[in-house]
């Protein structure tokens, strides 16, 4: 790429993780090079929750984040939530964009822009499961990339995108779609956020947060979905 070289921070989990990955390959593809990876430790749940249909890409390449950072030629360094605000504080980060993480610190989220993406046309789908409950409740099915702060899945907004549904989809292919959208749409937002002038607050309370799908609901999640593309199809 021409030009300066941003300083760009990435933080992820210290575990091989998909969504990172997808996000390292489309930063490279873009030519960047002064990339660091932050590696917060990964917390392995005793029960995870078990959904009926798993929508989100989960098989990573099985190899390490730190040979993975080697082989890509970005630089790596181990870090926690209660670091990482001075790791990035001393490091100038010029973007700083989470590909994994859980809750962070506020501390952390109102010292430092951090660019995140949301599988949700915010704020219409807060929380968990975005995709199945856009489709229960009949509304966009979309991918935003804001700035977060201190409240989950809110902030300040960079970019929004509707997820086109077509005749011959399926569950899972709007899915994989709206997954494509994330990545593409966070990479880029490193080159949109320069030519914005304006970031509207993403906060409201007409909207609730939502939790995991329960499986009562679940269970009628491709009924429901055959009804919302018949009314949201683009063809």
């Given at each position: 790429m021409d030009g300066v070289q941003p300083q760009i921070a990435v933080i992820t989990y210290n575990t091989p993780h998909r969504k990172t990955q997808d996000v390292l390959h489309g930063l490279k593809a873009k030519g960047y090079q002064k990339v660091k990876i932050y590696a917060l430790p990964f917390v392995k749940r005793e029960n995870p929750f078990q959904p009926i249909y798993q929508h989100r890409p989960s098989k990573a390449i099985p190899v390490p984040i730190e040979v993975y950072a080697d082989h890509f030629g970005y630089a790596f360094d181990r870090t926690t939530a209660d670091t990482l605000h001075e790791q990035l504080t001393k490091d100038h980060a010029d973007f700083v964009i989470i590909a994994g993480a859980g809750l962070l610190p506020d501390e952390l989220v109102i010292n430092h822009k951090i660019i995140n993406t949301h599988p949700g046309f915010l704020p219409k789908t807060r929380g968990l499961d975005s995709l199945k409950w856009a489709i229960t409740k009949g509304v966009e099915i979309g991918v935003?990339?804001?700035?977060?702060?201190?409240?989950?899945?809110?902030?300040?907004?960079?970019e929004q995108q509707v997820v086109p549904i077509y005749s011959n989809d399926t569950f899972h292919s709007v899915a994989q779609r709206q997954y494509e959208m994330e990545i593409e749409m966070l990479v880029n937002s490193i080159e949109l956020i320069p030519t914005l002038t304006e970031f509207p607050s993403l906060a409201t309370t007409a909207y609730?947060?939502?939790?995991?799908?329960?499986?009562?609901v679940e269970v009628h999640l491709m009924e429901a979905f055959k009804t919302y593309k018949e009314q949201f199809k683009m063809d």
């Open positions: 935003t990339t804001h700035f977060v702060d201190t409240e989950a899945d809110a902030g300040f907004l960079i609730e947060a939502t939790r995991r799908m329960p499986k009562s």
